[in-house]
């Protein structure tokens, strides 16, 4: 059979010529997914004629024009209600009528499905890398901070002292969960849905395993309907980038503190002045990495509501829930290079954390730890430190700690710690020191987690080269696929 008969082939029009149509159309958003759908287009192509269910003459032909196409650029596609109708559109006027046999055994359901996972993957992939450079930024400065103490904090109030680096690799820590939560979401996303057609499969004997490997998925989402119904790789991917924009958040509002309380002077070229204040230095740069959690926030929100009870298979509505996980992702990995920018160029202002460290009698937990190491019961040695606390009005004198121990234990301090130790642990420093259980805050207690925490960072980053590899692979394979028919 030819298809010089087949005159008007492009009859789609049918139904979306009339006034909603700019209403209906992606086309634009769809820029995004312009190489995904390319991609999917040669894989399909290459199967189908692999599989004899289009000769091999008629895929040349459409994988000729696939690559005009692509070099004219998703600018000079026709008109369309998607990038997938303007694509088939673009090979059917350059091949006529035996373009339309690209289309055979799939739908534009499993075929948006296929580009978006395509498409997503590799931004997921950009924003581990981001966030690996980062934790690798951090991890250099806790480096060396180890020795740099500083306040810290809870509900605000002067807590404990402990360092700049213990500080940081908490941030770290949280960044590496953020890592492992993007890439068990790759794991999932990174599944073809293409061969399961509008949702009920198709008559024709696709392979649905050689388009998946041709594309670099591992594995397929099995059941036709819920290949090109399901979206929760949407939400899991923007949930984790929720997670690490709420991570950031912390990072960039503890910063921002820190700055008001001059521990941190911000790079010039992170800050902003104000219009009016000529004295005015502003970290609005980290203002706005804590404003871009709601971006992704809101991101996640829009596509659970898109989500939210709709039927089986597949309905419009899907169109509207790309945009929110392509936006969150966007935001939120340009505000990590932001917030780990801004803060690994600031000063930190040893002079200013030093005098704060000790603020508010913060080493008083270690003063009633030392007691308690000694054998007086916890309660009992909170309760010396705490009275002595009150009498002094601050840090108490070691005098005043010695008093209050005789009246509280009946003899005086001296009969139940050294003295030395004691004035040790009432310097911040000796405070930090002397936490040093797995994970605390004391110089090599935090340099021998440094050293941990780097070799699960190289692995992160083996992960990500493994995913690229297999990528880059696939792309080899298609090449060489296609041109095997152009
Ligand atoms: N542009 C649509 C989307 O992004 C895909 C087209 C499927 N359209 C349809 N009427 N079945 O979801």
Not at 28 to 43: K, P, Q, Y
Not at 69 to 91: F, K, Q, W, Y
Not at 335 to 360: F, I, R, Y
Not at 401 to 427: H, K, N, Y
Request: glycine content about 8%; charged content about 25%.
């Amino acid at each position: 059979m030819t298809d010089d008969h087949a005159e008007s082939v492009v009859r789609r029009d049918r139904f979306s010529g009339g006034p909603a149509r700019e209403f209906l159309s992606s086309l634009s958003a769809d820029e995004r997914i312009f190489a995904a759908d390319l991609a999917v287009d040669r894989a399909h192509v290459v199967m189908l004629a692999e599989e004899g269910i289009v000769a091999a003459e008629d895929a040349g032909a459409i994988l000729d024009a696939l690559a005009d196409i692509e070099r004219a650029g998703h600018g000079a596609l026709p008109d369309g209600e998607d990038v997938h109708e303007a694509i088939e559109t673009a090979v059917i006027e350059r091949v006529g009528p035996t373009g339309g046999r690209m289309h055979t055994a799939r739908s534009r359901n499993d075929e948006v499905a296929a580009c978006l996972r395509y498409r997503l993957r590799e931004d997921v992939l950009g924003t581990v890398e981001t966030v690996v450079g980062a934790r690798a930024t951090l991890l250099d400065a806790a480096g060396e901070h180890t020795e740099t103490v500083m306040p810290g904090y809870t509900h605000l109030q002067p807590a404990q002292p402990t360092t700049v680096a213990h500080w940081l690799c908490s941030y770290e820590g949280a960044l590496a969960r953020d890592t492992e939560r993007l890439l068990d979401a790759y794991g999932r996303l990174n599944r073809s849905p293409l061969g399961g057609a509008a949702f009920a499969g198709t008559p024709f004997e696709v392979d649905r395993e050689r388009t998946a490997e041709l594309l670099g998925f591992d594995g397929l989402v099995e059941n036709a309907m819920d290949a090109v119904s399901a979206r929760d790789f949407l939400v899991e991917t923007t949930a984790a980038v929720a997670g690490l924009g709420t991570t950031l958040s912390g990072l960039a509002e503890d910063s921002v503190l820190f700055a008001n309380k001059g521990y941190l002077t911000l790079a010039d070229e992170y800050a902003s002045t104000s219009s009016i204040m000529p004295q005015k230095k502003n970290p609005d740069t980290l203002e706005l990495v804590r404003g871009r959690v709601g971006d992704a926030t809101a991101g996640l929100d829009g596509l659970l509501t898109t989500l939210k009870g709709l039927p089986r298979a597949y309905n419009r509505d899907l169109q509207r829930a790309s945009g929110h996980a392509f936006d969150a992702i966007d935001s939120v990995t340009a505000a990590t290079e932001v917030a780990v920018g801004a803060l690994t160029t600031a000063e930190w202002e040893t002079d200013a954390l030093d005098s704060a460290a000790g603020e508010g009698f913060s080493t008083a937990t270690g003063v009633a730890d030392l007691l308690a190491q000694a054998g007086v019961p916890f309660r009992t040695a909170h309760e010396v430190v705490a009275q002595a606390a009150e009498r002094a009005d601050g840090t108490p004198s070691v005098e005043t700690l010695d008093a209050t121990a005789e009246t509280v234990l009946g003899e005086p301090l001296s009969a139940v710690v050294d003295i030395d130790a004691l004035r040790r642990v009432l310097d911040p420093a000796g405070s930090v020191a002397s936490r040093d259980s797995r994970g605390g805050s004391a110089p090599e207690t935090v340099a021998a987690h440094l050293d941990r925490t780097k070799s699960t960072l190289d692995d992160h980053r083996s992960t990500l080269v493994t995913h690229h590899e297999s990528l880059e692979d696939a792309h080899q394979k298609r090449d060489t696929a296609v041109s095997n028919y152009v």
